[in-house]
């Protein structure tokens, strides 16, 4: 026998439904009744949610970023790092680096230059600082763009092909700072002066955006020593930018900058601050990151 089912639905007060077997024209129990009641229900709010979801994504590009109007200049970070933005190290004790160098091999191995001999991903884009690199729009139809290529060796002791201890053994270590992806962004280099350091004012040059270093505490500043900077015009040179994306870029390599502290004083917690200069870079006070960072070093030494 075929038991029928009748759903009926009507207003008494407040709409109700009512579910019942018409064979025998019995209202079937209250739980069943309450359970479709509730599987129809969510059924449909579920339903309207996927709707607007996909509606939605119909209107946002796989590639470019729809609102890029409130992006925060780019964040300025380094390797190695730690919790608390501090290194202390004794340069007679291999144990107390052995982390610090570990991060910087790892961090530098894809810049090897035998990982970027692929003529379909990578191309040269000079040694020297030059203006940025167009590679069409985000949404034409190029494809995947090619990725300039950047050596290790451009940070010259740093980059732990002579030295695999990146200066940490001689008491001298080196940091390799880069500046955090940001689709589409390029940074402008300084237009005038006015708010960049006296001491700083050399570094500016064309097409690169300049990096300095300097003692956070004033009466610290004569036991900083002199800092070295490598890498292309010992900035990040424009044509490294703009950047496309995971999907059109996958093969990006970040310009970096390698920092060389090579004579600071012993058994002294020395508090040192890097910033980037551009017409598009500023700082905060509540990210710590922002176009800037700071960073404790101790060399310790019985």
Known sequence: ????????????????????????????????????FYVIFYGCLAGIFIGTIQAMLLTLSEYKPTWQDRVAPP???????????????NPRAVETFLAHTKALREFLDKYDESKQKDQMK???????????????????DVGVRKACRFSR??????????????????????????LNRIVNYRPRPP????????????????????IY?????????????????????????????????????????????????TNLTRNTDLRIECKVFGDNIDYSEKDRYQGRFEVKIQVEES
């Open 191 to 210: 237009s005038s002066n006015e708010s960049i350091p006296e001491e700083a004012q050399p570094k500016v040059q064309p097409n690169v955006i300049p």
């Open 122 to 140: 990578f191309e040269d884009c000079g040694d020297q600082p030059a203006d940025y690199k167009n590679r069409g729009d985000l949404d034409s």
């Open 1 to 36: 026998m075929i038991i029928k089912i009748e759903v009926l639905l009507f207003r008494t007060g407040s709409c109700c439904l009512y579910i019942f077997v018409s064979e025998h024209h019995q209202f079937l129990p209250g739980y069943i009744k309450i359970t479709l």
């Open 213 to 261: 270093c300097t003692s956070k505490k004033e009466e610290d500043a004569d036991k900083i020593g002199e800092v070295k900077y490598y890498g292309i015009g010992e900035g990040f040179p424009l044509q490294y930018y703009p950047y496309y994306g995971k999907k059109l870029h996958p093969q990006y390599l970040q310009p970096l900058v390698a920092l060389q502290f």
């Open 75 to 89: 964040g300025l970070t380094h390797t190695p790092r730690s919790d608390k933005a501090e290194l202390a190290f």
């Open 153 to 178: 060796a451009l940070l010259g002791p740093c980059s732990g092909l002579e030295d695999t201890e990146f200066g940490f053994k001689e008491g001298k270590p080196c940091l390799i700072v880069k």
